[in-house]
């Protein structure tokens, strides 16, 4: 009977503890916290606000859960998520942000030039350097003077490839020899004589001339070269030899380590990734245009070491030099496999396409009627897109057939209403909706001198068109404002303007830096180019 009575109660002040222990409804959600961070000063990023001396929240502790931030708050409010298991950390009151997101970054190629020679992806050409002279003829003469000596003189063979490195002239304005090279003023007529048994690349980082020898290679893997580059550039691009990103990269990537291990290429993606990774940079975004680069990421991701997350835009229509008719299939027949990481992989996920050149950057910029008064020999080299050109025509049929269009390279005025332009002419062909182009987050990149033109930026808003900026190229401002006069000063990067607007900007880091590219956002002030580009005058 005692016995009986000892139970009785038991039973009986069970519901009583348990009443008097709510658990908190996030551990009910959730579970317990798996780790708390304790002692910090933990910054929450969810001020949006340009106020100054608002810095944003900042508390002192957080709970997380498997790879999610459960809570922020208090270290006593963060103890209530705990359970027996949960590990604490005490951060000794040291700042804790989130993890780093490189909105814009070709990360493949610092992979290739700090691991390729570890593991043997080098380049196999003979490599001379050039120094430009003052004017172009001089320059392409010095070029293949420099050519045929090295061949001469070193013996050469037959078939060894050859690239020049063109440095600027001092005495020449930034970007002077990208625009002879665009132009045509420096093309492969010029160093075709005496350089007949040897392929020849003549750049200047990013842009650069073939030789007749090495269009020839080059089209023996991708016989659509020439139209490809008159598409992407201008008319007669292909016969002067112009050259490109695509050719300067692909030269490496799709030619000459065709028949490399992918094993290897994959095994310098990592290695990078974790260099990114100690940097505190967990997920990048970037254009990728050969499908061996495609192809490594996705080796890492089935092998579970991509060592951060990454978003891919295809630009395979530059990578594999389509022509028009290889453009149209390609997307047409590919659908709309885009993704997002809620619906996509964990690590790696195709997030789109893009095409890197719309209108351009340094002297080939696009103001159309905004800028009309500038000189003639200025306006003659503006690289606007138009029907039948490559960008517009990559965009157009891929938003068509449902893929998500994004990295619109270096915008101007002019290039972004063109680029709307696109978009509208894509959304009637497609019989799309405003809500359906602006749920697609299309975004356009760079913007040096986008400006804010009412009706462009009406359109920007209408659309959700998301402006990611790159405050570095505000050093190429000076020059372009003594090519078009004072009147270009308001176009240049009005990014306060834009915010305050009500229109979404993100910006990129230059590489792995992000701390001077925020520097020169707040700041509008270049490290080491000491100009403020509100008031043009010297920087205090």
Known sequence: MRRLVTLILVLAVVPTLAWGQQIHPLVGDMGYADL???????????????TP??????????????????????NSEMRELAGPKTRFVDVGNKTVIPGLIQTHYHLFSPAVARYGPELDLTDPSIKLTVVAETTAEATAK???????????????????????DLKENDDNRRGTTFSWLYMGSINRRQIDSGTENNPVLVKTGLQGVLNTPAID??????????????????????????????????????LWWKDKPLEDLAEAMYRHG????????????????????????????REGRMPHRLAYYVESQ??????????????????????NHANGGEMLWNNGMCNEVWDSIYNEVCMGPDMPDAPAEVKARERCPYPGSKPWESFKEAIIHGWRPVQGHATSSHGARLYIEMLEEAMREGNYSVEYIRNLRTTIEHNILLGNVPEIMDKIKLYGIIINVNMGMLRDIP???RDYGEGLRKFAMPVKTWINDGIRVTFEAAGTDFWTPIYSLVTRKIPGRDVDFLTGRAAP
């Open 142 to 164: 010095k070029i293949r003077e420099t050519i045929v000596n090295a061949i001469q003189a070193r013996q050469l063979p037959n078939g060894q490839w050859i690239t020049v």
């Open 36 to 50: 708390i961070l304790t002692n910090g000063k933990i910054v929450t990023m969810d001020d949006r606000s340009i």
């Open 217 to 254: 290679e080059i089209k023996t893997f991708f016989p659509d070269w020439e139209e490809s580059t008159d598409m992407e550039n201008r008319p007669g691009a292909g016969r002067d030899g112009y050259a490109a990103v695509p050719e300067i990269q692909g030269l490496s990537f799709e």
């Open 318 to 339: 530059r990578g594999n030099f389509y022509g028009k008719k290889q453009i149209h299939e390609f997307y047409k027949g590919s659908g709309a496999p885009w993704t």
């Open 479 to 481: 020059e372009n404002i």
């Open 53 to 74: 001396n608002t810095p944003g929240n900042i508390v002192e502790s957080m709970a997380v859960k498997g790879k999610r931030i459960m809570a922020v708050g208090s």
């Open 274 to 301: 974790m260099d990114m990774q100690k940097l505190g940079i967990t997920t990048a975004a970037t254009r990728i245009l050969f499908p061996r680069v495609i192809a490594a990421y996705n080796l890492l991701n």
